[in-house]
């Protein structure tokens, strides 16, 4: 008697740990895209860019509204609108990220924080009320792409079972993310960012114009963003102008605590961020998990300011 229950309580607790880990592997990745492209713009401008979060809510509603038009004129499958209303969505963030870095962010380059704190929280309030204008007030809702799920572990008392759209939806938030990291690290263009990076006098000499490299970082980064934003409507179905405020507040707190500076621990302090939301949600339930998360994240920070990232001379 007491063996089955413990095996069953076993099989529960090993099912249960599993389908949770598979929720954090998902949001992390998500929180972790985004804080990888908070790095990369700080490490180029030694400031935070605040408006990122809102850039999320503009990628999710280009693709829902790019969606909403594909399907409507061509009576293409819903998976097939998606991903080219994705497509059009990073296209359509990194340029607007190049323009915003030539307009808005440029005439306040190597003018104090608050210039550039106040520049990016403007163009924030802005691109929300964009949106708010364009889509309205109110939520609106992806019909669901897939209602499939495949069982991974059964159990007479929880089923570990997750759906494609989850699954595909995690991996290309994971590939996005390492992807970035890679191309920070192996293509020259990352050679050309860390050293405008570390000294941009220096990366003149050399023929690196600094102000081309941080156009195109703004691009990369928002494009990322965008990226961000489609997998955000894809995976929770919804897009609204607020969002994206406290989802860019919670990446960037991810990225602070990984390490700013580093584009590949940005990543690993959003994968800790998923983590930890997961975690807690599981176990009391999501009514305190911000307010817990947020203060664990604080706590760790205040253990190690310049975060978890080790100092190695300036590596990406």
Not at 100 to 113: D, F, H, K, M
Request: neutral net charge.
């Amino acid at each position: 008697m007491v063996s089955a229950v413990v095996s069953g309580l076993s099989s529960f607790s090993l099912a249960y740990a599993l389908q949770q880990a598979v929720n954090a592997v998902v949001s992390g990745s998500f929180y972790g895209l985004l804080a990888s492209s908070y790095a990369l713009v700080y490490g180029i401008t030694s400031r935070i860019n605040f408006a990122f979060g809102a850039i999320t809510s503009l990628g999710a509603a280009i693709t829902f509204n790019v969606v909403i038009a594909i399907a409507s004129a061509t009576g293409v499958s819903p998976v097939t609108a998606v991903v080219l209303a994705g497509l059009y969505a990073i296209l359509a963030c990194g340029l607007f990220g190049a323009v915003s870095e030539r307009i808005v962010v440029r005439p306040v380059v190597g003018r104090t924080n608050l210039a550039m704190l106040v520049t990016t929280i403007s163009l924030a309030i802005a691109l929300q009320e964009f949106i708010r204008l364009a889509n309205g007030s109110t939520d609106r809702w992806l019909p669901p792409l897939s209602t499939l799920s495949f069982v991974l572990l059964p159990s007479p008392d929880f089923t570990l079972a997750v759906g494609p759209v989850q699954v595909l939806g995690g991996l290309a938030a994971l590939g996005g993310a390492l992807g970035l990291v890679a191309f920070i690290r192996r293509h020259p263009f990352g050679r050309m960012w860390r050293a405008c990076a570390d000294d941009p006098v220096a990366a003149a000499l050399c023929g690196i114009s600094s102000d081309d490299v941080r156009t195109a970082t703004f691009a990369i980064a928002s494009a990322a963003a965008g990226f961000a934003g489609a997998l955000m409507l894809v995976l929770y179905g919804n897009v609204d102008f607020h969002t994206g405020l406290t989802i860019g507040l919670k990446a960037l707190l991810a990225a602070i605590v990984g390490g700013i500076g580093s584009v590949g621990w940005a990543l690993v302090g959003g994968l800790l961020l998923g983590g930890l939301e997961t975690t807690w949600s599981s176990l009391f339930g999501a009514e305190w998990r911000d307010v817990a998360v947020f203060g664990m994240l604080v706590g760790l920070f205040v253990l190690r300011p310049s975060g978890l990232a080790p100092d190695r001379g300036g590596q990406a």
